[in-house]
T-cell receptor
Framework: NAGVTQTPKFRVLKTGQSMTLLCAQD?????MYWYRQDPGMGLRLIHY???????AKGEVPDGYNVSRLKKQNFLLGLESAAPSQTSVYFC???????????FGPGTRLTVL | DQQVKQNSPSLSVQEGRISILNCDYT??????FLWYKKYPAEGPTFLIS?????DKNEDGRFTVFLNKSAKHLSLHIVPSQPGDSAVYFC???????????FGQGTRLTINP
């Protein structure tokens, strides 16, 4: 029972490169979220999904895309990375939108 | 528009004393509140929650107080221990919401 896992744990990109972050959960939760955490900014919601095949924009969606093809996976894509996307990215899952969220360990991304 | 605010970016408390972390909110429709704790290089973990029908909830050394008229909640940690040193986030939700709203976080340091 792994809970919420994130792949990779660390990544360094050059400006303009693309990459995909994977979030996987074995909790059978419907809701999944992608956040970024920056110093002094708290947790900012990028995109979220309320079920398989659905996605919605959060607070800071620009420059990111997401997909939820399977209930257990939520992918976050950066098509053309920018230094402003240097951050720590967290995935979270929940039974519903008002319930406790369970977070993954995070992915530290640096864009040079 | 910051609906959930933690106005103290940091707090330093001596071991054994009480730690009080504060959180203010502006949305009167919020009816469920949570506190999360985050250690460096880890994802946030759920700590304690409170429903708006209560004004206090206790779990061991941790107590959350809710003052609905002031739109204010606080987390009390008694007695504070070195392992409590972390960043604490408060979060809120309203009925039917699809996501939580997080504050910016407060870094708590417990000094021996």
């Amino acid at each position: 029972n792994a809970g919420v896992t994130q792949t990779p744990k660390f990544r360094v990109l050059k400006t303009g490169q693309s990459m995909t972050l994977l979030c996987a959960q074995d909790m059978n939760h419907e809701y999944m979220y992608w956040y970024r955490q920056d110093p002094g900014m708290g947790l900012r919601l990028i995109h979220y999904s309320v079920g398989e095949g659905t996605t919605a924009k959060g607070e800071v969606p620009d420059g990111y895309n997401v997909s939820r093809l399977k209930k257990q996976n939520f992918l976050l894509g950066l098509e053309s990375a920018a230094p402003s996307q240097t951050s720590v990215y967290f995935c979270a899952t929940a039974r519903d939108g008002t319930d406790t969220q369970y977070f993954g360990p995070g992915t530290r991304l640096t864009v040079l | 528009d910051q609906q959930v605010k933690q106005n103290s970016p940091s707090l330093s408390v001596q071991e054994g004393r009480i730690s009080i972390l504060n959180c203010d909110y502006t949305n009167s429709m919020f009816d469920y509140f949570l506190w999360y704790k985050k250690y460096p290089a880890e994802g946030p973990t759920f700590l304690i929650s409170i429903s708006s029908i209560k004004d206090k909830n206790e779990d061991g050394r941790f107590t959350v107080f809710l003052n609905k008229s002031a739109k204010h909640l606080s987390l009390h940690i008694v007695p504070s221990q070195p392992g409590d040193s972390a960043v604490y986030f408060c979060a809120a939700s309203e009925e039917g919401a699809q996501k939580l709203v997080f504050g910016q976080g407060t870094r708590l340091t417990i000094n021996p």
